[in-house]
């Protein structure tokens, strides 16, 4: 059995996206809260500017955790003719080789398509690229086998 987890030298990349999200949050919302209480701002409202930064970084750093925990507890299983697919707070997802019909490259990595499902499955390109590679090898021989 072979199993392939996402990279930590990718991580950094998803890091920054986060916080530039909600950084760009926070500041969406005191741009919605200026419009609203234009007048009030320079009065009584001041109070509500620490409290969007506070309100955004306490929900930034749990989206922060939560995508370190997947990244930490994505794995990717091949034994025999079988793929299985583990990530947190889901049940393992399992593939038989014999049910999957197609496969195609995207942005965020290869989708696999199955006789019940067209997008059933998605292997990330955040897998280490050697591994990446591989499954994608190993998938494209399945999938040229099933014919």
């Not at 990349?13 to 926070?26: C, D, F, G, P």
């Not at 506070?54 to 990244?71: D, H, P, S, V």
Request: proline share 5%.
């Amino acid at each position: 059995m072979k199993t392939y987890h996402l990279d930590p030298k990718k991580f950094p990349r998803v890091r920054r996206n986060i916080i530039i999200t909600y950084i760009i949050l926070a500041l969406v919302g005191l741009g919605i809260i200026f419009l609203y209480l234009r007048e009030a701002l320079f009065r009584s409202a001041w109070g509500l500017i620490p409290f969007v930064f506070l309100l955004f970084t306490i929900a930034g750093g749990y989206a922060l955790w939560e995508r370190k925990k997947y990244w930490q507890e994505f794995e990717i299983a091949v034994k025999d003719s079988t793929l299985t697919l583990k990530k947190p707070k889901t049940p393992p997802i399992n593939i038989n080789r014999s049910k999957i019909t197609g496969i195609r490259e995207v942005h965020q990595g290869l989708v696999l398509s199955t006789k019940n499902r067209e997008n059933a499955f998605l292997i990330p390109k955040d897998l280490p690229d050697e591994d990446y590679q591989a499954l994608k090898v190993l998938l494209q021989e399945w999938v040229e086998g099933s014919d």
